[in-house]
Protein backbone atom coordinates (compact mmCIF):
# COMPACT_ATOMS: atom_id res chain seq x y z
CA UNK A 1 0.00 0.00 0.00
CA UNK A 2 3.17 2.54 1.24
CA UNK A 3 4.71 1.85 -2.35
CA UNK A 4 1.42 2.32 -4.49
CA UNK A 5 1.22 5.42 -2.55
CA UNK A 6 4.59 6.38 -3.01
CA UNK A 7 4.44 6.01 -7.03
CA UNK A 8 1.47 8.17 -7.19
CA UNK A 9 2.69 11.01 -5.45
CA UNK A 10 5.36 10.34 -7.66
CA UNK A 11 3.42 10.88 -10.53
CA UNK A 12 1.57 13.73 -9.68
CA UNK A 13 4.89 15.13 -8.76
CA UNK A 14 6.35 14.76 -12.02
CA UNK A 15 3.02 15.88 -14.18
CA UNK A 16 2.87 19.63 -12.00
CA UNK A 17 7.10 19.69 -13.13
CA UNK A 18 6.09 19.44 -16.58
CA UNK A 19 3.16 21.47 -16.26
CA UNK A 20 5.35 23.99 -14.74
CA UNK A 21 8.11 23.38 -17.23
CA UNK A 22 5.88 24.48 -19.88
CA UNK A 23 4.38 27.05 -18.50
CA UNK A 24 7.25 29.05 -17.58
CA UNK A 25 8.77 27.86 -21.01
CA UNK A 26 5.38 29.84 -22.65
CA UNK A 27 5.76 32.66 -20.12
CA UNK A 28 9.67 33.55 -21.17
CA UNK A 29 8.79 33.20 -24.41
CA UNK A 30 5.84 35.60 -24.65
CA UNK A 31 8.41 38.22 -22.51
CA UNK A 32 11.16 37.79 -24.75
CA UNK A 33 8.66 38.28 -27.47
CA UNK A 34 6.50 41.64 -26.39
CA UNK A 35 7.88 45.04 -25.02
CA UNK A 36 7.45 44.14 -21.53
CA UNK A 37 11.66 45.24 -21.35
CA UNK A 38 10.24 48.70 -21.84
CA UNK A 39 8.29 48.70 -18.75
CA UNK A 40 10.68 47.54 -16.46
CA UNK A 41 14.96 47.87 -15.35
CA UNK A 42 17.83 46.23 -16.62
CA UNK A 43 18.26 43.99 -13.46
CA UNK A 44 14.38 42.72 -14.26
CA UNK A 45 14.68 41.71 -17.31
CA UNK A 46 17.88 39.52 -16.82
CA UNK A 47 15.99 38.16 -13.74
CA UNK A 48 12.99 37.01 -16.22
CA UNK A 49 15.39 36.18 -18.58
CA UNK A 50 17.30 33.57 -16.81
CA UNK A 51 15.78 32.89 -13.45
CA UNK A 52 13.35 30.25 -13.43
CA UNK A 53 12.39 30.45 -9.25
CA UNK A 54 11.21 34.40 -9.87
CA UNK A 55 8.49 33.15 -12.99
CA UNK A 56 7.52 30.13 -10.85
CA UNK A 57 6.63 32.26 -7.66
CA UNK A 58 4.00 33.85 -10.28
CA UNK A 59 3.17 30.80 -12.01
CA UNK A 60 2.48 29.23 -8.67
CA UNK A 61 0.26 31.63 -7.06
CA UNK A 62 -2.28 31.60 -10.40
CA UNK A 63 -1.87 27.87 -11.13
CA UNK A 64 0.05 28.27 -13.75
CA UNK A 65 -2.47 30.01 -16.26
CA UNK A 66 0.23 32.23 -18.18
CA UNK A 67 -2.11 34.65 -19.65
CA UNK A 68 -2.72 35.73 -16.53
CA UNK A 69 0.86 35.34 -14.87
CA UNK A 70 1.68 37.09 -17.63
CA UNK A 71 -0.59 40.05 -16.99
CA UNK A 72 0.52 40.33 -13.12
CA UNK A 73 3.93 40.07 -14.17
CA UNK A 74 3.89 42.79 -16.76
CA UNK A 75 1.93 45.12 -13.29
CA UNK A 76 4.98 43.85 -11.48
CA UNK A 77 7.73 45.14 -12.91
CA UNK A 78 5.91 48.60 -14.16
CA UNK A 79 5.36 48.91 -10.64
CA UNK A 80 8.94 48.11 -9.69
CA UNK A 81 9.92 50.55 -11.63
CA UNK A 82 7.87 53.51 -10.95
CA UNK A 83 8.49 52.69 -6.63
CA UNK A 84 12.29 52.27 -7.49
CA UNK A 85 12.46 49.33 -5.58
CA UNK A 86 16.11 48.37 -6.42
CA UNK A 87 17.01 52.17 -5.09
CA UNK A 88 14.66 52.72 -1.92
CA UNK A 89 17.17 54.84 0.33
CA UNK A 90 18.38 53.79 3.15
CA UNK A 91 18.39 57.42 4.44
CA UNK A 92 14.49 58.20 4.00
CA UNK A 93 13.91 54.99 6.04
CA UNK A 94 16.59 55.20 8.68
CA UNK A 95 13.65 56.86 11.45
CA UNK A 96 11.61 53.94 10.95
CA UNK A 97 14.40 51.14 11.25
CA UNK A 98 15.62 52.89 14.76
CA UNK A 99 12.53 52.19 16.10
CA UNK A 100 12.28 49.04 14.83
CA UNK A 101 8.84 49.06 12.68
CA UNK A 102 9.56 46.43 10.16
CA UNK A 103 12.72 43.88 11.12
CA UNK A 104 13.88 40.76 9.80
CA UNK A 105 14.83 38.46 13.13
CA UNK A 106 15.03 34.69 12.94
CA UNK A 107 12.97 31.60 12.14
CA UNK A 108 9.67 29.87 12.46
CA UNK A 109 9.55 26.56 13.47
CA UNK A 110 9.06 25.67 9.84
CA UNK A 111 12.36 27.27 9.46
CA UNK A 112 10.91 30.40 7.67
CA UNK A 113 12.56 33.52 8.16
CA UNK A 114 10.43 36.13 9.93
CA UNK A 115 9.11 39.30 9.00
CA UNK A 116 8.36 41.58 12.41
CA UNK A 117 5.97 44.41 11.80
CA UNK A 118 5.90 46.32 15.30
CA UNK A 119 2.51 48.28 14.84
CA UNK A 120 2.70 50.30 18.41
CA UNK A 121 5.90 51.86 16.87
CA UNK A 122 3.55 52.90 13.32
CA UNK A 123 2.96 56.85 13.62
CA UNK A 124 -0.33 57.69 11.45
CA UNK A 125 1.75 60.00 8.58
CA UNK A 126 4.47 57.44 8.81
CA UNK A 127 4.66 57.83 4.69
CA UNK A 128 8.30 55.88 4.80
CA UNK A 129 6.31 52.72 5.78
CA UNK A 130 5.59 51.50 2.30
CA UNK A 131 9.48 51.95 1.35
CA UNK A 132 10.36 49.76 4.48
CA UNK A 133 8.09 47.21 4.12
CA UNK A 134 9.63 46.50 0.69
CA UNK A 135 13.08 46.82 1.32
CA UNK A 136 12.82 44.27 3.48
CA UNK A 137 10.86 42.07 1.89
CA UNK A 138 12.74 42.72 -1.76
CA UNK A 139 15.91 41.91 -0.05
CA UNK A 140 14.61 38.62 1.72
CA UNK A 141 13.24 37.66 -1.66
CA UNK A 142 15.80 38.40 -3.99
CA UNK A 143 18.71 36.94 -1.08
CA UNK A 144 16.44 33.69 -0.82
CA UNK A 145 15.51 33.70 -4.51
CA UNK A 146 11.72 33.65 -3.10
CA UNK A 147 12.18 30.99 0.18
CA UNK A 148 9.09 31.08 2.33
CA UNK A 149 8.32 34.28 4.44
CA UNK A 150 6.34 34.30 7.51
CA UNK A 151 5.21 38.17 9.07
CA UNK A 152 4.69 38.50 13.06
CA UNK A 153 2.79 41.56 13.44
CA UNK A 154 3.32 42.31 17.07
CA UNK A 155 0.26 44.18 18.18
CA UNK A 156 1.42 44.76 21.75
CA UNK A 157 -0.09 48.41 22.93
CA UNK A 158 -1.31 48.85 20.07
CA UNK A 159 -4.82 51.16 19.68
CA UNK A 160 -6.90 52.68 17.41
CA UNK A 161 -4.34 55.10 15.73
CA UNK A 162 -1.93 52.43 14.85
CA UNK A 163 -4.18 50.62 12.92
CA UNK A 164 -4.17 52.25 9.40
CA UNK A 165 -6.12 50.74 6.98
CA UNK A 166 -3.78 52.00 4.22
CA UNK A 167 -0.70 50.27 5.32
CA UNK A 168 -3.15 46.89 5.13
CA UNK A 169 -4.36 47.51 1.61
CA UNK A 170 -0.75 48.52 0.65
CA UNK A 171 0.80 44.98 2.45
CA UNK A 172 -1.75 42.35 1.23
CA UNK A 173 -2.11 44.18 -2.40
CA UNK A 174 2.15 43.48 -2.45
CA UNK A 175 1.64 39.94 -1.46
CA UNK A 176 -0.64 39.18 -3.43
CA UNK A 177 0.82 40.74 -6.93
CA UNK A 178 4.70 41.96 -6.52
CA UNK A 179 5.58 38.94 -4.09
CA UNK A 180 3.31 36.17 -4.71
CA UNK A 181 4.07 32.79 -3.17
CA UNK A 182 6.57 34.12 -0.80
CA UNK A 183 4.60 34.93 2.72
CA UNK A 184 2.14 32.35 3.64
CA UNK A 185 1.36 32.57 7.04
CA UNK A 186 0.59 36.09 9.03
CA UNK A 187 0.54 35.84 12.82
CA UNK A 188 -1.13 38.47 14.63
CA UNK A 189 0.21 38.79 18.58
CA UNK A 190 -2.44 39.57 20.94
CA UNK A 191 -4.60 42.21 18.93
CA UNK A 192 -6.12 43.93 21.83
CA UNK A 193 -10.36 43.36 21.83
CA UNK A 194 -11.35 46.96 20.52
CA UNK A 195 -9.43 46.19 17.23
CA UNK A 196 -11.83 43.11 16.63
CA UNK A 197 -14.06 45.26 14.37
CA UNK A 198 -10.91 46.30 12.47
CA UNK A 199 -9.65 43.10 11.78
CA UNK A 200 -13.11 41.70 10.68
CA UNK A 201 -12.89 44.01 7.71
CA UNK A 202 -9.54 43.25 6.65
CA UNK A 203 -10.34 39.65 6.66
CA UNK A 204 -12.72 40.86 4.64
CA UNK A 205 -9.98 41.39 1.81
CA UNK A 206 -8.30 37.86 1.99
CA UNK A 207 -8.86 35.45 -1.00
CA UNK A 208 -7.03 32.34 -1.54
CA UNK A 209 -3.70 33.77 -2.95
CA UNK A 210 -3.27 35.75 -0.10
CA UNK A 211 -1.44 35.06 3.29
CA UNK A 212 -3.15 32.91 6.32
CA UNK A 213 -4.06 35.11 9.16
CA UNK A 214 -3.19 33.71 12.48
CA UNK A 215 -4.62 35.06 16.03
CA UNK A 216 -2.17 34.27 18.09
CA UNK A 217 -1.28 35.20 21.94
CA UNK A 218 1.83 34.86 24.66
CA UNK A 219 0.50 30.93 25.37
CA UNK A 220 0.31 29.89 21.96
CA UNK A 221 3.39 31.90 19.79
CA UNK A 222 5.50 28.71 20.63
CA UNK A 223 3.29 26.85 18.64
CA UNK A 224 4.95 28.93 15.57
CA UNK A 225 8.09 30.68 16.54
CA UNK A 226 10.75 29.40 19.30
CA UNK A 227 11.58 31.07 22.44
CA UNK A 228 14.68 32.06 21.67
CA UNK A 229 13.56 34.61 18.80
CA UNK A 230 10.66 35.58 20.85
CA UNK A 231 11.54 38.97 22.66
CA UNK A 232 10.45 39.16 26.37
CA UNK A 233 7.29 40.25 26.42
CA UNK A 234 6.25 37.31 24.14
CA UNK A 235 7.40 34.52 26.73
CA UNK A 236 10.49 34.46 24.55
CA UNK A 237 14.85 35.20 25.39
CA UNK A 238 15.63 37.99 23.90
CA UNK A 239 15.90 41.26 25.92
CA UNK A 240 17.27 43.43 22.87
CA UNK A 241 17.48 42.95 19.32
CA UNK A 242 21.29 42.91 17.96
Known sequence: MADQTSAGDGKTNTNQGSMESKAMQD????????????KCSAEDLKRLKSEDWWLS??????????????????????????????NISIL?????????????????????????????????????????????????????KGQPLTILLDMTSTSMKNMDFNIFKFMLHALKYYYPSIVQDMLVFESPTMLNASWRVVKSWLDPAHPQIHQVTRQSISQFV?????????????????
Open 57 to 86: TFLRAHNYDVDVTYAVIAECVQWRNNFQVE
Open 226 to 242: DSKYLPVHMGGEVSQLS
Open 92 to 144: GIKPLLDRQVVYLHGKDLSDFSILWINLAQYRPGDTGFENVFVFWLERHTMET
Open 27 to 38: LRARILEDKLSR
